[in-house]
């Protein structure tokens, strides 16, 4: 391809929090093997719009630029995904950019994801260490669960499953599919499970799986291929099982 190709960028911007949002086109010059974060940089070292004017550069977030951190999630084209893995040669120009909708927008296309972290609070996503202390060898996984757990622990807060899921919205207390997964995740685990009880308080609270409404598009999403619906069926059979527990108390 020539050297000369111009890339056209459609970039939705909003200058802070409760500002208004409006649209700002730019053409950067092309270079093979191009990604959207480059494109990025190209605009961030000379923030000139189509019209020739002077702006304000653009705000994004992005790390390990490897499809790791998960930091660089916004909407492609209409399609939340990756800025860093979606190739400028695989995406139809203009290119739009948006910020994902599920999360207030702190700047551009940065947005507030703390809400995830709080969701894996509720659930209480982790594996609770009794001391400093050695604590002896832990108990024995088998290889084929330790493959299966693995696929879960690739999870990197993105927050695409979110941005997917119709009933993750600013009018439900969804948990969403990120936290629920990781509960199972941690759920399954042998230390893990000695928290299994208090894991499935969340998952049948107001806001846990009962809200899941099966539209399967967080899997569709996933940039990591997780099985999101086979964990989330897994574990709406585990917190039905827990209801019909405390309903009989046995």
Not at 34 to 44: D, F, H, R, T
């Amino acid at each position: 391809m020539s050297q000369s190709k111009i890339i056209q960028l459609r970039i939705k911007r909003q200058d802070g929090k409760g500002s208004s949002p409006y649209w700002e086109e730019f053409e950067v010059p092309y270079r093979p093997g191009m990604n959207v974060i480059s494109a990025l940089m190209e605009i961030q070292r000379n923030p000139i719009n189509q019209k020739g004017q002077q702006v304000r550069s653009i705000t994004w977030e992005y790390n390990c630029l490897e499809e790791v951190c998960g930091a660089c999630s916004m909407r492609i084209n209409g399609k939340v995904r990756q800025a860093c893995s979606a190739l400028i040669d695989k995406l139809e120009q203009p290119i739009t950019l948006e910020p994902m909708s599920t999360f207030p927008v702190e700047k551009d296309l940065a947005v507030d994801r703390s809400s995830m972290f709080e969701a894996l609070k509720t659930v209480k996503a982790w594996i609770p260490i009794d001391g400093t202390y050695p604590l002896g060898t832990g108990p024995k996984i088998s290889p084929e669960d330790q493959q299966w757990a693995y696929e879960f622990s690739t999870c990197m807060t993105c927050g695409c499953c979110l941005e997917a899921c119709p009933n993750v919205n600013d009018r439900s207390s969804y948990l969403g599919p990120q936290a629920l997964v990781q509960a199972y995740y941690f759920n399954m685990h042998p230390t893990g499970s000695m928290q299994k009880e208090k894991r499935l308080d969340a998952v049948t609270s107001d806001s846990g799986i009962s809200n899941c409404g099966n539209s399967q598009n967080c899997v569709q999403v996933c940039p990591k291929e997780i099985p999101l619906t086979t964990a989330l069926a897994q574990l709406n059979r585990d917190a039905n099982k827990a209801a019909l527990k405390r309903l009989f108390k046995f």
